[in-house]
């Protein structure tokens, strides 16, 4: 039954702003969200709460497996506790682009991602959704920006909430998990040969939702 929920898979770099246009596109056609990176930040989180080493393959796996995680609208739960700043810091990020180059950890997390998919729908936002999640789902975007623009994004976000951070830093620190996400030799971070390009430098979080549902409602499949 929820193999036949139909899936809309975004990827796409750091700060693209796939989660907020993902966000979107599911609200409009009232589909389930997965946030995948979510998963790889938790992981990362969990091993540095529990003294596990980034690098260590088989506990991160274990951990990865052993996940106890929750969505709760846009918040991220885990062990019952609202995690979601925890797991936006730019600490914890460096930390998941390490854990997510481990096949182990990729391949522990890969049952719980597919299970979201039920019906009605999903929106999937990620690296791999295309490409290793979900390669039959019906729509697949890579959604990106310049650097600069996502530096710029990622910037004004942690302003928001009250974060100190500087542009330059922000900008090397993306460029590097950039770098470090398209090398990795398991599910690297590339645009598929069947995903279509949307460039979201110089288009709202809104505009780029409206061009994706257009997409999906069949006008221009
Ligand atoms: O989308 P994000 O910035 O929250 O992702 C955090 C890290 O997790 C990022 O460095 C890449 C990795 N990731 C991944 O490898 N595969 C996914 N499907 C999602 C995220």
Known sequence: MG??????AIDGPSASGKGTVARLVARALGFHYLNSGSLYRLVALSALRSGVSWEDEPRLAE???????GFCDERIIWHNKDVTG??????????ASQVAA????????????????????L?????DMGSVVFPRA?????????????AERRYKQLKEKGITATLRIL????????ARDAARSVAPLK???????????????????????AWYRGADR
């Open 3 to 8: 193999a036949a929920a139909p899936v809309i």
């Open 63 to 69: 951990l990865a497996a052993s996940l106890d995680a």
């Open 102 to 121: 481990l096949p182990a950890v990729r391949s522990a997390l890969l049952k719980r991602q597919r299970g979201f998919r039920q019906p009605p729908g």
């Open 138 to 150: 019906e729509l697949k975007i890579f959604l990106t920006a310049s650097a600069a623009e996502r």
């Open 123 to 127: 929106v999937a936002e990620g690296r």
């Open 86 to 95: 925890d797991i936006s810091s730019e600490s914890v990020a460096a930390g």
């Open 191 to 213: 645009q598929g040969p069947d995903a279509r390009l949307l460039d979201t430098t110089a288009m709202s979080a809104k505009d780029a939702a409206e061009r994706i549902l």
């Open 171 to 178: 900008l090397q620190d993306l460029r590097e998990r950039d």
